[in-house]
């Protein structure tokens, strides 16, 4: 079974609407790192945060890692046809290594 | 900025084949990792490295193989290619191990094997 699953698996939202996407775990995460892939291609690195309650921002982007560490978010403001592509987010379940699992991922399309 | 390379974007080969998927980094990034994403089923990781001639099994390396002997080089071996290592494969690189070890990932290559 999936340690990570994301919410919703696929979003359409109207240019200039505001959206989130969710990424929860069973386990706390000692590290929760958001990606962008549009398709066809590889994955671009846009955050990454480790601890609870932290939040962080780019451009019209934000994330945010709950408390209890088990529970992210990541919110875009006004969105643009440029956000379009599958968003993923990848955890470190352990202190250890730096092995990640990656939750299902959201297709997002926004409609001019 | 960091760059990881994908030798080839796409790639037809036949069953039996021996295939070679080379990922290059150019950050002196001591981890480096291949991934196979395929819908439904996500990002898996197949094979990483911590250093030199040092390689690890993900969680399906079943028909696969791994060859990091520089630093920068980490290479992916099908070893008689079949019909289900049809996938897109990612290749990805860190600094840091640990859990703020942020991977890189390269722009993928999509293998068809026939």
């Known amino acids: 079974s999936q340690e990570l699953e994301q919410s919703p698996q696929s979003l359409i939202v109207q240019e200039g609407k505001n959206l989130t996407i969710n990424c929860t775990s069973s386990?706390?995460?000692?590290?929760l790192y958001w990606y962008k892939q549009k398709y066809g291609e590889g994955l671009i690195f846009l955050m990454m945060l480790q601890k609870g309650g932290e939040e962080k921002s780019h451009e019209k982007i934000t994330a945010k890692l709950d408390e209890k560490k088990q529970q992210s978010s990541l919110h875009i403001t006004a969105s643009q046809p440029s956000h379009a592509g599958i968003y993923l987010c990848g955890a470190a379940t352990n202190n250890a290594g730096n092995m990640l699992t990656f939750g299902g991922g959201t297709r997002l399309m926004v409609k001019p | 900025d960091v760059k990881v390379t994908q030798s080839s974007r796409y790639l037809v080969k036949r069953t039996g084949e021996k295939v070679f998927l080379e990922c290059v980094q150019d950050m002196d990034h001591e981890n480096m990792f291949w991934y196979r994403q395929d819908p439904g089923l996500g990002l898996r990781l197949i094979y990483f490295?911590?250093?030199?001639?040092?390689?690890e099994k993900g969680d399906i390396p079943e028909g696969y193989s791994v060859s990091r002997e520089k630093k920068e080089r980490f290479s992916l071996i099908l070893e008689s290619a079949s019909t289900n290592q049809t996938s897109m494969y990612l290749c990805a690189s860190s600094k840091s191990r640990g859990p703020k070890g942020i991977q890189y990932f390269g722009a993928g290559t999509r293998l068809s094997v026939l």
């Open positions: 490295s911590y250093d030199v001639k040092m390689k």
């Open positions: 386990k706390t995460l000692y590290g």
